[in-house]
């Protein structure tokens, strides 16, 4: 039975504000929460009341994450506060939800007539960014030939994403911008233009029944509009709704909250104007700053208390942000109850390697316990070479959090489209990817062909592909190669009896991928085989938490994946780089903010048609943007400004940021620049001497604690000694060093198989696995085996475990399972 959470537990483990915030569960509510004072944990509480002291089901309770991990770790946090297993089906991002959505009502009958008797069907695939820009880029080389570049085709995109994260009001109705009302409400030719293409993209995709990522939110809004039935039918499911991260919602997303949200009005928004930092990307902080007056009348209770910096740190960014106009019920007084701690160390370099240089050095003194706990942020991602030399030199390890995805490896997205044109063949990207991969001869002329009688109506991708691989062509007999391969895979999709990993591996082997990757690199070859064999793996974690898992399901929960879900690990004593807007929702012990410089941080893109209120609205985002920064350091925060940097092309001088002159200057401790070096730009043919910030700004002289030589002993650059020297032997062959990434060791090899016959277990063998066994699983601990399935290499078992009484299905060939007796 689970535990109850009442009020005396939500007194008892709460503070005031976040207890009011938890106890309250009817009506419109906002918590207003600045940064750290502990809103997941007031929400988290609050869902554990809802359903332990109110009943309320969890299937009941739809509750919008900021991130897929988010919503994973706020579930754990409940099922601990119940001490029961707990699901929470309609818990998630805006995307996951909208994706569920989808997939339960595309086939409905009502839907289908809604758009025509023809739409998705629930079968759709998940564009990423080079399946959008594939399609794009053919659109734009069919319509402009050889004028058709890599630029274009980012506006284009960028264009189109904007028609459909903005949402239009007539008459105080919300209309959507689909192709149709793009091209009625276009003025110029550009915009006449982009609609058109617009058009033809949006066609393509549902020709291949696949969306991109912004469909999964318009399509939904789309569907409910047209179909109030449904919408009236899932606001009588929802009971309560809670919306994490509210100052990042966009307008789609406020439009689909308002057709989810019943009479009753039972939901909870949570979020920080100060703390809106995705306005480039469509999010509009006037939703959160109007929340009062569009639910009204809204409870609004303000979480104040910052729980994870120190006083000096607090004070110091809340000085920063009060510069930004806010209206009256926005206003905040946040503040920390912890020791005040080091001041905020503000440091004027000479340049952008001195910076670098220092910031390295500053991170060698703090040891290398530290290391896991130390983040280095800039604005943007140009900045990060430097650094990442800076780190190098002095042997600390590093790790660019935002780099490549794991899963935008090409090695891993060949796979994924092998195994995305199984579940769904008219997705004509994933085709067009593989379809010489690895090499097949199959030339371009040949899939133009396909493509030209895809255009005519000839079939899918897929379909004329076998026609023509059937047929009497010069190209039939490598097209027939393609297609069987394919097809000998969906037969055994179509069979169900073999598990996904074991599918991922036959496709592997079948095409040769691993011997692909040796002739295309042999240097690379051995990290990327390392990373598809990891694939299998993730596949194979993945069958073993899902039980009932399809092929489906596995490819929706990979598209679903952004950034903002990458986990920081701190076991490996790395220091973490990143943008600071991948930074948001993350806390480090220590920070480092580089480029603290006027133009680069802020960085406002300005141009001869922005108006005051634009300017002055990018000048407060980029101002939040720096509070989240500084608002991620716990104990020690570092603010770095270089008075010259090369940048874009040239070396140039530059003013110190805004922001550092806004910082209260009672918990500022300031080194100025002690320039020792050769003029820099000399090795560029640059001359001219850059003007000089060595004085100590306004905050440094009116109370502060200037210092010329620093807090960490004497050196020839800010006062900081450096670490001991590296052996020349060792220094002259830096460049071949690369401490962010593990030293590989050969492995011993493997003694080879024993040829002969194989002794395979099945349901009928002398096997020790057999129903009723208990076993020990690594990960799960000790279940009891339930059923046994299968041979060779699909051999499984199905197990429930003890820990949280689930049957997870269990493939021999990876699990080492122990008998228990």
């Known amino acids: 039975m689970a535990r109850i959470v009442d009020e005396e537990v939500l007194d008892r483990e709460l503070n005031p504000e976040q207890a009011a915030a938890a106890k309250k569960i009817d009506g419109p509510m906002l918590i207003l929460a600045g940064a750290g004072s502990g809103k997941t944990r007031a929400i988290t509480y609050k869902i554990a009341h809802l359903v332990s002291r109110h009943h309320v089901e969890p299937g009941r309770v739809l509750a919008v994450t900021f991130t897929n991990k988010a919503a994973r770790e706020m579930t754990g946090r409940i099922q601990k506060l119940l001490d029961c297993d707990m699901r929470f089906p309609w818990m998630g991002t805006f995307h996951s939800v909208c994706l569920r959505l989808l997939k339960r009502c595309l086939n409905m009958e009502a839907v289908l007539r809604a758009f025509g008797g023809k739409w998705y069907d629930a079968n759709f695939s998940i564009y990423d960014d080079d399946d959008q820009k594939r399609i794009l880029k053919q659109i734009l080389k069919e319509d402009l030939g050889d004028e058709c570049d890599a630029a274009e085709i980012k506006r284009v995109h960028g264009a189109i994403s904007r028609y459909k994260n903005t949402v239009l009001y007539v008459g105080g109705c919300a209309e959507l911008q689909t192709p149709d009302v793009a091209l009625s409400r276009a003025e110029f030719a550009d915009e006449e233009r982009y609609a058109r293409y ?17 469909d999964l939110l318009f399509n939904t809004v789309l569907m409910l509009q047209r179909v109030s039935n449904l919408a009236e039918q899932l606001q009588s499911h929802f009971d309560f709704v809670v919306v994490d991260e509210y100052q990042d919602t966009n307008d789609v997303q406020y439009e689909l909250l308002k057709l989810l949200i019943n009479d009753q009005r039972n939901v909870t928004v949570v979020g ?52 930004n106009i806010r209206p009256a019920e926005m206003e905040k007084n946040v503040f920390s109850k912890e020791e005040a701690g080091d001041p905020i160390r503000v440091r004027h370099l000479v340049d952008d390697r001195s910076e670098a240089q220092q910031i390295a050095e500053n991170i060698s003194v703090a040891g290398e316990a530290n290391f896991s706990k130390t983040a280095i942020f800039y604005r943007t991602n140009a900045q990060s070479r430097v650094i990442e030399k800076a780190l190098n030199d002095l042997r600390i390890p590093s790790v660019i959090f935002g780099g490549t995805r794991f899963w935008d490896r090409k090695e891993i997205k060949d796979i994924l489209a092998y195994l995305r044109l199984l579940a769904n063949e008219k997705d004509d990207a994933a085709h067009l990817r593989v379809i010489n991969t690895p090499p097949r001869a199959i030339g371009k002329t040949t899939v133009e062909t396909v493509l030209e009688r895809v255009r005519n109506g000839d079939g899918t991708f897929w379909q004329v592909l076998v026609s023509e691989a059937n047929g009497t062509g010069r190209s039939a007999p490598k097209l027939k190669g393609f297609t069987d391969l394919v097809q000998g895979w969906k037969n055994l999709v179509a069979a169900g009896e073999t598990p996904l990993p074991i599918l991922a591996e036959h496709i592997i082997a079948d095409t040769g991928y691993k011997e692909f990757l040796r002739k295309e690199d042999e240097l690379t070859a051995d990290e990327r085989i390392a990373n598809i064999d990891e694939m299998v793996n993730a596949i194979r974690e993945f069958d073993e938490e899902h039980p009932d898992a399809t092929l489906d399901a596995f490819l929706q929960d990979i598209s679903l994946l952004t950034d903002a879900d990458k986990k920081v690990d701190d076991s490996k004593g790395a220091v973490t780089l990143m943008t600071i807007h991948m930074a948001k929702g993350l806390e480090f012990n220590t920070v480092h903010i580089a480029g603290c410089d006027e133009e680069i941080f802020p960085l406002v893109r300005g141009s001869s048609f922005a108006t005051d209120k634009e300017m002055r609205e990018q000048m407060e985002e980029e101002r939040r943007l720096f509070y989240v920064g500084c608002t991620r350091a716990e104990k020690k925060l570092y603010l770095y400004h270089a008075e010259r940097r090369f940048y874009q092309g040239t070396v140039r001088p530059f003013l110190p940021s805004r922001f550092l002159k806004e910082l209260d200057s009672s ?22 001497a850059a003007p000089r910030y060595n004085k100590a700004p306004d905050f440094a002289l009116k109370g502060g604690r200037p210092s010329s030589s620093g807090s960490f002993g004497s050196g020839s650059r800010g006062g900081f000694s450096r670490p001991g020297s590296v052996p020349a032997s060792v220094r002259k062959n830096d460049q071949r060093i690369v401490y962010r990434n593990p030293i590989k060791v050969t492995p011993v090899a493997k003694p080879a198989a024993p040829s002969g016959p194989r002794v395979v277990y099945d349901e009928y063998s002398e096997n020790p696995y057999h129903p ?36 997870r299905t ?6 080492a399972l122990e008998i228990m007796g």
């Open 810 to 815: 269990i493939i021999l060939k990876y699990a």
């Open 272 to 323: 920080d104007d100060d703390q809106s930092i995705y306005g480039w990307r469509g999010a509009n902080i006037k939703i959160i700053r109007n929340f009062h007056r569009d639910f009204a009348p809204v409870t609004i209770v303000k979480l104040e208390r910052n729980y994870r910096s120190t006083s000096n740190i607090v004070k110091g960014a809340g000085s920063v942000i009060a510069h």
């Open 198 to 214: 617009y058009a033809e993209y949006q066609k393509r995709l549902l020709e291949s029944n696949a969306m991109d990522f912004d």
């Open 667 to 688: 918990v500022v401790e300031f080194t100025p620049c002690v320039d020792t070096r050769p003029a820099f730009g000399s090795e560029f043919g640059y001359s001219p």
């Open 772 to 807: 009723g066994a208990r076993v020990r699983h690594s990960k799960y601990g000790v279940g009891t085996i339930t059923k046994c399935y299968g041979t060779g290499d699909s051999a499984r078992v199905d197990v429930r475990f003890n820990s949280d009484n689930v049957v």
